[in-house]
C-alpha cells in the first residue's frame, strides 16, 4: 500500500479559524516533506514543504510541523478563509524521482 | 506563461482506441513524471524521467508507453484503451530534489 496517508477525508471549519489537516507516512526513510492543494479542475500546487532535518517550518498562514519519531505530519492554515477550500494533499519522498502522495482532505469553509 | 502545460485537456474515447497525451515544461527541469488521479482523488505515480531516461515505472500496465524525446517533453501514449483508463493524467517536473511543478491535467473518459 501507499506510504503516504490522511487521518481524516473531510474537514468543514468556519471562516476566520485555524485549520489542522494531518498526515500519517510508514516510511522512515523519508526526507522530504511537502503539502500541495489541489482547486477543482486543476492541478495541485505547492504550498509548503520540510526536509526531515526540521519540525517546523512556516509560510504565509501556514505551518508545516514534523515529528519523525511517530512518522506525523500536520498542515496548519491560519484565519481560513473560503478561498482555502481545496483538497489538500501530504506528499514524501525518499529520492529525487518518486512522490508519494497520501489519499487528500476535502477542506470545506463554512462562510 | 505557462510552467507545465499538457494537451488535451479533455479526451473522450472509445474503448479500444489509442490515444496520446502531451506534456511540456518550460522550467529547465530535468526530471518529470506522469501521475494518475482516479475518481476518490487519489493521486498515484506512474512513470518518472530524468535527462530524458526512464527511472521510475510502477507497474503500469504496458498499454501505457510514455516517450519523452528532449528533457523539457514528456509524452503518454496509451494503447488499447480500457473503462478502467478513466481517470485524471497529470505530468508534473521538478529540479533535483525540489517540490514537482503540475500541469492542469488531462481528464480522460473511456466510453
Known amino acids: 500500500g501507499e506510504s503516504v496517508g490522511l487521518h481524516l477525508p473531510t474537514l468543514s471549519v468556519q471562516e476566520g479559524d485555524n485549520s489542522i489537516i494531518n498526515c500519517a507516512y510508514s516510511n522512515s526513510a523519508s526526507d522530504y516533506f511537502i503539502w500541495y492543494k489541489q482547486e477543482s479542475g486543476k492541478g495541485p500546487q505547492f504550498i509548503i514543504d520540510?526536509?526531515?532535518?526540521?519540525d517546523k517550518r512556516q509560510g504565509q498562514r501556514v505551518t508545516v510541523l514534523l515529528n519523525k519519531t511517530v512518522k506525523h505530519l500536520s498542515l496548519q492554515i491560519a484565519a481560513t478563509q473560503p478561498g482555502d477550500s481545496a483538497v489538500y494533499f501530504c506528499a514524501e519522498t525518499y529520492n529525487d524521482y518518486k512522490l508519494s502522495f497520501g489519499a487528500g482532505t476535502t477542506v470545506t469553509v463554512r462562510a | 506563461d505557462t510552467a507545465v502545460s499538457q494537451t488535451p485537456k479533455y479526451l473522450v474515447t472509445q474503448m479500444g482506441n489509442d490515444k496520446s497525451i502531451k506534456c511540456e515544461q518550460n522550467l529547465g527541469h530535468d526530471t518529470m513524471y506522469w501521475y494518475k488521479q482516479d475518481s476518490k482523488k487519489f493521486l498515484k505515480i506512474m512513470f518518472s524521467y530524468n535527462n530524458k531516461e526512464l527511472i521510475i515505472n510502477e507497474t503500469v500496465p504496458n498499454r501505457f508507453s510514455p516517450k519523452s524525446p528532449d528533457k523539457a517533453h514528456l509524452n503518454l501514449h496509451i494503447n488499447s484503451l480500457e473503462l478502467g483508463d478513466s481517470a485524471v493524467y497529470f505530468c508534473a517536473s521538478s529540479q533535483e530534489a525540489d517540490e514537482a511543478f503540475f500541469g492542469q491535467g488531462t481528464r480522460l473518459t473511456v466510453v
Open positions: 520540510i526536509r526531515s532535518n526540521m
